[in-house]
């Protein structure tokens, strides 16, 4: 206890690193944007445009073709080009509550779009099951050019799209002990604390390409070509687990999924290998051992 009386903060991780401005800021997509099957793939770059650009006041000042520049694309004004496409996912945001439109949207003739800060905090602390996404990594997925012109499924859209499912699945442990995780067995021993959570809630998510692309409306294969996406951008770390034979038939297991880094708030607590081989390893140990 210190000098005020008050517990000394037990950290997993003591050294965090700062990350320099603006790649320290994230905001956040709720699960009711993620797992929307009622509008396309577009629903999350949508609706990370009004998170990332809504001024002090949530105000957006846009025009369908200013969206899709923003993007990284040319508008295309066609029946199912991307500004229709776009347009569509703009009109679910709007209809569930996120954005308030000033007038209808218009390809080139800018409008105003009020983000409702209020309906997004409700939405997660409600439900507590949403993205955190930070500037760099939406700027690196934006940026992303596939190097397979014949997977032209695979763009932007949906990485950002399987991105934020990940990141909300894969587990996060704070990085301050709470109370009931300090002193575990009355060993008075802070190391034992950490690895003993760190065994217990190890940060990956264990699932099937078949079921994240039914909650997506994706295709498996989409699904899977956008983690090996992901992997290279150095943003997410998966692993299959090895097929195993059951009543003689053979199963395909779980894939695990990582992040490739730990961040909290605006810093950097882990990177690497050094930090997803472990998490994946303590992960393995668990499924064994259940």
Known sequence: MGASGERKKILEYPSPVKIDYPNGNYFAIPSSIILSKETNDKRVTAFSFFSVKRGLDHKVWFSLNSLV????RKPDRHKNGINSKFLKAIEYISDEGYVHLSDEVSNSTYIDASFDVLRLSEECNEKRRFATIYIDELDKILKYENPNPKDTFLNGDVLL????YLRMKIFRRR???LREEINIDNKNDHHYDVET???LSPEVYSGYYCEIADELGLTARTVSKAVDALMDLEL???ETLPRVKHDGKWKTTHTLFC???????????AYGKDY??????????????E
Do not use: A, C, M
């Open 276 to 289: 997803y081989l472990p998490e994946i390893k303590r992960k393995k140990d668990k499924i064994l051992n």
């Open 259 to 269: 992040n490739f880094y730990k961040r909290e708030k605006d810093s950097v607590l």
């Open 69 to 72: 520049q923003w993007t990284g």
């Open 197 to 199: 959570r760190r065994k």
């Open 161 to 164: 799209l399987v991105f934020s």
């Open 236 to 238: 997410i770390y998966h």
């Open 175 to 177: 990085n301050e002990l």
